[in-house]
């Protein structure tokens, strides 16, 4: 059996969209990103808001919390309310092996849940259906 390299982590060539804010969320994703998993980090437009969640502040003014749980992770604004927001997010959800979001039940963060196309990630939602009923068996596979 031929060796498996881990030299760039784990996770390496896993997809993840981070639609998560606050704590739990953000820790998931930053620990799937400190084992190699990409990370795509969507905020609003008028950024996520504990970037203000300070003091202490970084050079750029972004809260040291903000800093630590997003480290590793690629990040943007995109407005959800906008078709145009959704088209993008529908699109990440196309290439993407995981979505984590950790909305208040019946929240629907400005329609995200609602309003991208369902058939767009039917192939993401089986997946983690499967996840869900059979976890010990579940492997990640691109």
Do not use: W
């Not at 799937?32 to 950024?47: C, N, R, S, T, Y």
């Not at 983690?128 to 492997?139: D, I, N, T």
């Amino acid at each position: 059996m031929p060796a498996t390299d881990f030299s760039r982590g784990a996770l390496t060539g896993l997809r993840v969209v981070d639609l998560s804010r606050v704590l739990a969320g953000p820790l998931c994703t930053q620990m799937l990103a400190d084992h190699g998993a990409d990370v795509v980090k969507i905020e609003p437009p008028q950024g996520d808001e504990t970037r203000l969640l300070g003091p202490p502040f970084d050079d750029a003014g972004d809260a040291a919390y903000f800093g630590a749980v997003n480290r590793g992770k690629r990040a943007f604004g995109l407005d959800l309310s906008r078709p145009e927001g959704r088209a993008v997010l529908e699109a990440l959800l196309g290439n993407a092996d995981v979505l984590i979001e950790n909305f208040l039940p019946g929240q629907r963060h400005a329609g995200a849940r609602r309003r991208t196309g369902r058939r767009s990630h039917r192939r993401l939602c089986d997946r983690l259906q499967r996840a869900h009923r059979h976890p010990s068996r579940f492997v990640v596979a691109p």
